[in-house]
């Protein structure tokens, strides 16, 4: 089993930051951990779920553009714990954001390929 459970979301104004954090727990997760990746990933209103930042156990990571220079993803693999730094927000950024857990290597941003899911937190960015 996998169990992830994000939290750090809330409202701010357009240029503000988020902290989002993710804790990972499970005998699966403890079995892959080393050997899987971790992703963040956006359902905005009115569109699926789409790919923010993948990290995997190798410290490979890749962003979407919309985020790069503004969005940091980090694991503390002690803590078994996922991160998500979201600076100069902007409305577009609204949403429910997830974190997700994948059992190999590579960092994807394709939500298909991940098997494991948290329930979101939600973040709102007014203009």
């Known amino acids: 089993q996998v169990h992830l459970v994000e939290s750090g979301g809330g409202s701010v104004q357009a240029g503000g930051s988020l902290r989002l954090t993710c804790v990972a727990s499970?005998?699966?997760?403890?079995?892959?951990?080393?050997?899987?990746?971790m992703g963040w990933f956006r359902r905005a209103p009115r569109t699926g779920r789409e790919g923010i930042a993948s990290?995997?156990?190798?410290?490979?990571?890749l962003y979407t553009d919309p985020v790069k220079g503004r969005f940091t993803i980090s694991q503390d693999n002690a803590k078994n714990t996922l991160y998500l730094q979201m600076n100069n927000l902007k409305p577009e950024d609204t949403g429910d954001y997830y974190c997700?857990?994948?059992?190999?290597?590579?960092?994807?941003?394709?939500?298909?390929?991940?098997?494991?899911w948290g329930q979101g937190t939600q973040v709102t960015v007014s203009s």
């Open positions: 499970g005998d699966t997760y403890r079995d892959y951990s080393y050997r899987g990746a």
């Open positions: 990290i995997d156990s190798d410290g490979r990571i």
């Open positions: 997700a857990f994948k059992k190999y290597l590579m960092p994807i941003l394709d939500p298909s390929n991940y098997n494991y």
